[in-house]
C-alpha cells in the first residue's frame, strides 16, 4: 500500500500532466520506445488486429475448402498448412494475449489508482518479445509453414512432419516469454501499486480475474517452453525424450504439453468474465450479484486449471485411473463458471437494463458461455468423450467458448472503454448491429457442427464422406457473415477516432476508478491519486425520471 | 528493508522502500517460472527412469562422480559467499561485498571450468553424447542410456546457462559497487542478483542427486 | 537488531551463515553417503529427501523466504504447489498404466 | 443428409443414453438460464416504470443452494461416464483377437486365419472382438463413429480396444488422430457379418496359411531356428551348437531376466526381444541374439508373435 503521507522523498517526475497520453509526443520514437502502460497497450491492439485477421483469413480458406465433400482447396498439403497457422496464429497471437495486453495493459493502473504498471519497462520488452515472436512464426508459416496441427503432437511433429517446425517452435517460445513478463508485471501491479483505501475486496472483478490470469500466465507458460525446447531438440538431433525407438514416451509429450494447454484456453476465458463482470453490473445499474462468490470463482479456476488437462487424453492411451482422476477433477473446474453465469443472471435481475453494444456483447457472452460450458460437460463424461473426442463436436465446444464468448468479451470491453482510451465516442447503432450480425453468423457457422462431430466427422479433415456436406456448406455460409460481422467494427471504430464526438469522462455513468480521470487519460493517469471508500459497484438506483 | 526517506524512486511508487520491496517479489515471481521450467525437465527425468529402469540408472553410472560432487561443493560455497557480501554490505562495508563477489565469480568460473572445460570434453571423448553413432552404452543399456544423456546434457545445459547469465549480473554488480552506488540504505539490487543467484544453486542442488546420485546404486 | 552495534549485527550474521555453510556442506555429505546405499530400484529416490532439505536451507538461510513482504512467501508457496501438482498429477499416468495384458496360460 | 447415427455395438446404445441424457440436462439449464435471460431484459429494461424493491443482500444462500446443485448433478455424470469407460478396459475373455497395424494413410487388419485387409475390417455379428493395434510410424487413431469407440494408436506399444457388434451391416472407419498428408484418406470401412457369412468369408479370403504358419515361414527364413531350433524346442535340445531359450510354452507364462526381475512373455516382450533383443535377456543366457529392428515390419512381427503363441498352444493344448 503506498502511503502519501510522508511524501518526502523525490517522486522523479515523468511526462506532463496537461493534455492525454495521445498528445504527449507524436514522433514514432515517442510511440515505439514509449513505456506508458496505455501506449504499449495501443502498439499491442495494433498487433493484436494485424494477427487477428490473418489468422482469420486462414481460417475463411478452411471453411472455403470444406464447403465440398473432396475439398475445394484441392491439395491436402495446403489445407494441413492452413488450419496449422489458423490454430498457432489463433492460439498464441491473438486469443492468449488478447484482453489482457490490450485491455489490462490499459486498465489494470487506471482502476489501481496507480500511475503505470510496477515495471514499465519490462512492460515494454514485452511487447518487442511478443512482436519478435510474431515475426519468426509468421515468416515460419508464410514461407511454406507446416502440417503438424497446433499441438504439435510426437513423433509426428520430430520425425516425420515437413516443413518449418523448428522456427514456428522457435517463434512460440519467444512469444512465450512475452505472455511471462506480462502476467509478472500484472501480478506484482496488483499486490503493490493499488490507490490508498483499495482493499482486496474493494476491487473490481476484473481486476481479479487479470490476477487469475496472470497466475495461469506465469505459472503455465514455463512448462510450455520446455516442452517446445525438448520438441527442437528431438527435431533437430533426430533423437529426444519423446522418441519411441529408444523408450520415449511419446505421451510424456501430451502431458507437457497439455499441462500448459489447458491453463491456457482458461487464460482466453478468465478475460471474458472479468469483462462481462464489469459491464453487466453498469448497464444494468445494479452492484454484481454475489460479488465475493465471483471473485473466489475467478481465483478456485485459476488453481483447478492445472488439474484438469488429462481430459485431452482420454483415448491417447494413459492408464485407466488417471482418466478417471482427471474426469472428476474437470466436473470440478466446471462448478466456477457455472457460479459465474448465475450471478450474472443474480445481477440483471431487478436491474434497470440498458441495450447499449457493449450490454448487447455481455448478453451473447453470458448465452454463448453457457452453451459452451455445457458442452464441455460433454467430453467431460469419459464413455461420452470417447465417442465425440477428435470430432467437429470438440471444435463446435471449444469454439463457442473462444469466439462466441471470449471474442464476444474483447469486443464488448473494447466497446465498453472505447471513450476511456481513445476520447471518442464509437456510432451506437452501427455498433449494435455488429453485435447482432457477429452473434448470429457465428451460431450458424458453429451450432452445425456440435451436429457432425456427433454423427462421427472427424476433425482436421481435408476431405469427408459426402453424407456431411449439407451442414458444412452451412457452417461455411455462416462463417462468410462473421467474417463481415468482424470488418463492421474495424471500419467504425477507425472512422470514429476522426469523426467520433468528444467522449466525457463517465459515458455510461458508471463506477470505477478508471472513469475518475478525464477521456484519453493524462500520461500519470491521476492529477491526485484518488482514495477509495466504497465497495466496487456502488450503483444507485436512478432517480425516477418522468419517462 | 532499506530505510526509504530521502531516495530517488520511480514515479509509480510512493517510496524507495515501496519500489525496494517491489523489485524483491518481481524476482521472486520471477523465479516462481523457473521453479516450473525445471520442473518440466523433472517430469521428463521421472517418465524416463520408470520406463527404462536399467538402462537410464546404467546412463547414470557414467557420470563423473567427484566432478558433479566437487561442483556442488563450490555452488554452496559461492552462494554463502554471496550472502556474506550482502551481510557486509548491510553495514555500509562495500569493499568487502566485493571481495566476496569477486571470490564468488572465481568459484563459479572453476564450475564451469570443470563442468564444461572437463566433463563435458570427457563425456564427449567417450561417446556420451546422445546422438553418437557409437554411443558408449550397448545392449540392453543403449535405449535408457541415450534418455538419460539427454535429460544429462539439457539439465546441465540449461545450469549453465543460468549460471553464465548469473555471472554476467554478477559483473554488473561488482562494478556498480565499485563506482559506490551502493550504501545501506539502497542495495536492493545486490539482493535481487543474490536470489537469481541462489536460486540457480538450487537448480543445481536438485540435478546433482537426479544425474549423479540416484542412478549410482 | 536495532539495540545491537552494527559491529556485534554484523558477527551474528556472519556467524549465522557460516553455521549455515557448514550444515550445508554436512547434509551434503549424508546425502553423498546415502547414494551408496544398497537402496532397491524404487528406493533411489529416497536419496531425494537431504537434496530437499539442502533446498530448504538455502531458501530460508540465503535467500530470507521468511523476512521481507508476506508475498514473496506466496510466490514461493505457490511455485512449490504448482510444481507438485505438475509432477504428482503427471506421474499417475506412468505409474498405473498397465501395457496390454495377455491372458495367462490357463485363462486361454 | 441424415442426423442418425446407427447404434452397431453393444456398447453404442449405452454411449446413446448418456448423451441423450446430457443433452437433456444441458435443454434444462439452456432453458433457465435463456428464459431468466429474457425475461429480466423484458421486466427490468430501463424504461419500465415497475417498481423493483428491495434487493435482497443476502446471497449466500442462494449461492450454496445452486453450488451444491450443480456439485450433485455433475458428480452423477461423472460416474456414469466413468461406469461405461471402465468397461471398455474390460475386455470378455473369449474375445476373437484381430491385429490391426496403422502405417502413413493407410490400416492393415490381420486375421489370426491369415486373411489380411487393407483399410477394411470383416468381424462377426453377436461375438466380442478385441483389436490388437500398434503403428508403425505416427499416434494414428482407430475410431468407428458405429459403434461410439475410438483408441489411439501408439507407435511402440500395443493397444487393445474391443467391441461387440451387435447390427450387421458396412460402417465409417476413420483415423481421428491427425497424421500428416493424407489423414484424411486413411479410411476405410467395418462390415458386420452374421456366423455364416463371416465363416464363409473368412474361408473365401484366408490364403492358404494362417497367420501362424505365415510367421513358421518367417521362422524359418529369418533363421530362428538354427539358436531356437525347430519348431522352437530350445537351443540345447536341437542339438545347436548355439545356446537359446526354449519358445515352446513360452508364450503368457512368466521369464525370469538376467535384471533379476521377472516379467511375462506377452505380444510386447516378444516384440521388443525381437527389435530389440538385448533390452530383456533371459537369465542364464548370454546377449548374443543379433537385432532384427528394420528388417522385420510389423505385421512380421505379428506373424512371429502368432507362431509363438501357436507352439504354446501345441505343447499344452
Known sequence: MNSTAADTDIAVPRGQTEGSYLTDGYSVRSWLLSTDHKRIAMLYLASITFFFFIGGAAAALVRLNLIVPEGLLGSAEAYNRLFTMHGVIMVWFFLVPAVPVTLGNFMIPLMLGARDLAFPRLNLLSWYLFMAGGVVTLWALFSGGLDTGWTFYTPLST???????????????????????????????????????????RLPVFIWSMYSLSVLLVLATPVLAITLVLLAFERLFHIGIFDPAIGGDPLLFQHLFWFYSHPAVYMMILPGFGVVSEIIPAFARKSLFGYKFVVWASVSIAVISFFVWGHHMYVAGTSLYSALLFSILSYLVAVPSAIKVFNWLGTLHKGYISFDAPMLYALGFVGLFTIGGLTGLWVAALAADVHLTQTYFVVAHFHYIMVGAMVSAFFGGLHYWWPKITGRMYPEMWARI?????????????FPQFILGYLGMPRRYFSYPPEFQVLNVLSSAGATILAAAYLLPLGYLVWSLLYGDKAPANPWRATGLEWKTPSPPPTVNFLVTPVVTTGPYEYPPPERTSG | MTAGSGLPHEFQYADASHQAN??????????????????????????????????????????????????????????????????FMRVGNARALIHCLVLTLMLALAFLVLKFGLEYRDDFARHLFPTATRFALTGAEAAGGRLFFIFYFLGTGLHGIHMLVGMGLLVWIIRRARRGEFSPQYYTPVEVVGLYWSFVDLVWLTLYPLIYLVGRG | MSVQSPKQSLRTEVARLVRLWVLLLLVGAVEF?????????????????????????????????????VIVRTFAVAALFWLLILLALGSVDPLTRVNYTVPTPDQR | M????????????????????????????????????????????????????????????????????????????????????????????????????????????????????INALHVPLGRPVQL??????????????????????????????????????????????????DHAKMTGSVVVLSQPDYANWLARNGDDSTLAAQGQALYMRYGCSGCHGGNGVGGGASGSTVRAPALVGLYGSPVALAGGTTVIADDR????????????????????????????????????????????AQANP
Request: include cysteine; aromatic fraction near 14%.
Open chain 1, 159 to 201: 520425425a516425420y512432419a515437413k516443413g518449418h517446425v523448428v522456427m514456428a517452435v522457435v517463434g512460440i517460445f519467444i512469444s512465450g516469454f512475452s505472455s511471462i513478463a506480462t502476467g509478472l508485471n500484472f501480478i506484482v501491479t496488483i499486490h503493490q501499486l493499488r490507490a490508498p483505501g483499495l482493499t482486496w475486496y
Open chain 1, 434 to 446: 455488429a453485435a447482432l450480425i457477429m452473434f448470429i453468423g457465428f451460431n450458424l457457422t458453429f
Open chain 2, 22 to 87: 517491489t523489485a524483491i517479489a518481481g524476482m521472486w515471481l520471477f523465479l516462481a517460472t523457473e521453479v516450473l521450467l525445471f520442473g518440466g525437465l523433472i517430469l521428463c527425468w521421472i517418465y524416463s527412469r520408470h520406463w527404462n529402469p536399467v538402462g537410464f540408472d546404467a546412463g547414470a553410472r557414467q557420470t563423473a562422480l567427484w566432478i558433479g560432487t566437487l561442483n556442488t561443493a563450490l555452488l554452496i560455497t559461492s552462494s554463502f559467499l554471496y550472502a556474506l557480501g550482502v551481510a
Open chain 4, 132 to 181: 490388437l493395434m500398434t503403428s508403425e510410424d505416427v499416434i494414428h487413431d482407430f475410431s468407428i463413429p458405429a459403434f461410439r469407440i475410438k483408441h489411439d494408436v501408439l507407435p511402440g506399444r500395443y493397444e487393445a480396444l474391443w467391441f461387440t457388434a451387435t447390427r450387421p451391416g458396412r460402417y465409417q472407419l476413420y483415423c481421428t488422430q491427425f497424421c500428416g498428408l
Open chain 3, 33 to 69: 553417503g546415502a547414494s551408496f546405499l544398497p537402496l532397491g530400484h524404487l528406493g533411489r529416490p529416497l536419496i531425494m529427501i537431504p537434496a530437499i532439505a539442502m533446498i530448504g536451507l538455502v531458501a530460508f538461510g540465503f535467500m530470507n523466504v521468511t523476512k521481507g513482504p
Open chain 4, 2 to 117: 441424415n442426423l442418425w447415427l446407427p447404434a452397431a455395438s453393444s456398447n453404442a446404445p449405452e454411449t446413446d443414453r448418456l448423451l441423450w441424457a446430457l443433452l437433456l440436462m444441458s435443454c434444462v439449464v439452456l432453458a433457465l438460464v435463456f428464459t431468466l435471460l429474457l425475461r429480466y431484459i423484458v421486466k427490468y429494461r430501463a424504461t419500465s416504470p415497475l417498481d423493483r424493491g428491495s434487493v435482497s443482500q443476502k446471497t449466500w444462500r442462494l449461492e450454496v443452494g445452486w453450488t451444491a446443485a450443480t456439485l450433485v448433478v455433475f458428480f452423477g455424470l461423472f460416474v456414469w461416464g466413468a461406469d461405461l469407460y471402465v468397461r471398455l478396459f474390460q475386455p470378455p475373455q473369449q474375445a476373437l483377437k484381430i491385429y490391426v497395424v496403422g502405417k502413413q494413410w493407410m490400416w492393415k487388419v490381420e486375421h489370426a486365419g491369415g486373411q489380411r485387409e
Open chain 4, 269 to 312: 516382450y516378444l516384440h521388443d526381444s525381437i527389435v530389440m533383443p538385448q533390452s530383456e535377456v533371459v537369465a542364464g543366457y548370454e546377449p548374443i541374439m543379433p537385432s532384427y529392428a528394420g528388417q522385420i515390419d510389423e505385421e512380421g512381427l505379428l506373424k512371429l508373435i502368432a507362431y509363438i503363441q501357436s507352439l504354446a
